[in-house]
């Protein structure tokens, strides 16, 4: 007598994998989005917005020069500039990347890591006329961008936290810093701009 066909039993997918699966694709749809928008925009010729929130909650930053210098191409290459370093930008291209890296220095960074003026941990309102402010801050700001996206994974955060915000801090407002001739009170604003040694033979 042959034997009862037995049921096939349901595949189970372990949950962490299960987890795992459903980042992966979550990740992939956002990607898709925001490089449907990237061409889309692209493709109408508009500039990219300063301040752009898409579905990945992304928040100032995507739409910066130098974010928009790694956009997709159509063929899925990248076009890239000659460089995402702020200080290499000239004209309209520096003044667009300082306005978005001033809304995200006031909106994000001084609101929440900005702490209290001291002689031991200065400030400069007129931080943009620091050369190695905007240098540091440009590349925080950027390091932000890529390791607060989903891409960067759940660690993505701590390691902008631990390599790219504090030791940029510690060098900004140490009192022998770009700031350290200037605010050491918020009570007196200060602005001055410390001296560069000469190269040889000037």
């Known amino acids: 007598m042959a034997e009862p066909a037995q049921d096939s039993e349901p595949i189970r997918v372990a949950d962490h ?20 928008k990237t061409l889309a925009r692209l493709i109408e010729g508009a500039p990219p917005s300063d301040y752009e929130v898409g579905e990945a909650g992304h928040g100032p930053g995507e739409g ?9 191409e159509p063929d ?17 291209a520096y003044a667009e990347e300082l306005a ?10 001084l609101p929440v890591y900005g702490r209290e003026i001291t002689t031991g941990r200065p400030w400069c309102q007129q931080w943009r006329e620091h050369p190695e402010a905007v240098a540091r801050l440009h590349a925080l700001w950027l390091a932000w961008q890529q390791l607060t996206d989903a891409e960067a994974g759940l660690t993505g955060p701590s390691t902008w936290h631990r390599d790219h915000l504090d030791p940029t801090l510690l060098q900004l407002r140490t009192p022998d810093g770009p700031f350290g001739a200037c605010t050491t009170s918020p009570t007196r604003p200060n ?9 040889a033979g000037v």
């Open 17 to 36: 994998d299960l987890d795992d699966l459903v980042a992966t694709v979550t990740r992939l749809v956002a990607e898709s989005r925001k490089q449907g």
């Open 64 to 72: 910066s020069a130098a974010a928009a210098s790694a956009a997709a």
């Open 76 to 92: 899925g290459s990248q076009e890239r500039t000659a460089s995402v370093f702020i200080l290499a930008f000239d004209g309209t």
């Open 100 to 109: 978005a890296l001033t809304r995200w220095v006031h909106d994000l960074l």
């Open 191 to 199: 602005h001055r701009l410390l001296a560069s040694p000469e190269p």
